[in-house]
């Protein structure tokens, strides 16, 4: 089945099969992972200009689970961590941050991921707490950096000129039911450099007015087919 190419600022299709045959080892050798859209050029908040350095991130998904490959041009001044670091603490370097809204409730997930294969996860919800002019405008998180995904995997490698990531995130670990060919998810893809004193780079697969990156109605949408 071939698929459609993703609109890299507004949604990507989603390969959807019944079962996902993955190796989660930081490779991309899997003929699902050769059909699934690229979603390339993440732009800088506010001037929309492109990434200094190169990402790629390819997303499919079974009845069981979401399923992550990236891929990251080396980015100069940034080091990769020589150290595992504990669940949440990761240390501040070279980073995919994947957000994702699985259902029509409040309920948001982020996800930061390090070329060590060190996680940060999030659950949190926007609250809509200015109406003026009749628009509505997300601006309080309720954050809980305490909330895990028990069943997350995810497999980082260092390749020298570039490092990759694959990432497994069961549907169950975020309250969501698996997905019906049609449907639809919003979902945020963000690299974050912050291993120098200012943010070497901080981009995004949508366009956003600011950094603020996790406000759900600026998000892209995930197409499952």
Request: a negative charge; proline letters at 8%.
């Given at each position: 089945m071939a698929y459609s190419v993703c609109d890299y600022r507004m949604q990507t299709t989603v390969p959807l099969v019944e079962k996902a045959d993955i190796t989660m080892d930081g490779l991309d050798n899997e003929p699902l992972w050769a059909v699934a859209p690229r979603v390339t050029r993440l732009v800088n908040a506010g001037t929309y200009s492109p990434e200094g350095a190169d990402t790629q991130v390819?997303?499919?998904?079974?009845?069981?689970?979401?399923?992550?490959?990236?891929?990251?041009?080396?980015?100069?001044?940034?080091?990769?961590?020589?150290e595992v670091a504990p669940r949440d603490?990761?240390?501040?370097?070279?980073?995919?941050?994947?957000?994702?809204?699985?259902?029509?409730?409040?309920?948001?997930?982020?996800?930061?991921?390090?070329?060590?294969?060190n996680v940060t996860d999030i659950s949190f919800t926007w609250r809509l707490v200015d109406t003026k002019v009749g628009e509505g405008i997300w601006n309080r998180a309720v954050r809980n950096v305490r909330w895990n995904a028990e069943n997350l995997v995810v497999k980082s490698r260092d390749l020298g000129d570039r490092w990759t990531l694959e990432m497994k995130l069961p549907w169950s670990d975020i309250g969501a039911k698996p997905p019906k060919a049609g449907g639809t998810m919003r979902a945020n893809i963000c690299r974050g450099d912050y291993s120098g004193v200012m943010h070497n780079q901080t981009t995004s697969w949508t366009l956003q007015k600011?950094?603020?990156?996790?406000?759900?109605?600026?998000w892209g949408t995930l197409v499952f087919a």
């Open positions: 390819r997303i499919a998904a079974d009845a069981e689970a979401l399923y992550l490959f990236a891929e990251f041009a080396r980015i100069k001044s940034s080091s990769i961590p020589t603490k990761m240390p501040p370097t070279d980073t995919l941050e994947f957000f994702i809204k699985p259902t029509d409730d409040d309920r948001q997930y982020q996800f930061m991921v390090d070329a060590k294969g600011s950094a603020i990156f996790s406000m759900w109605p600026d």
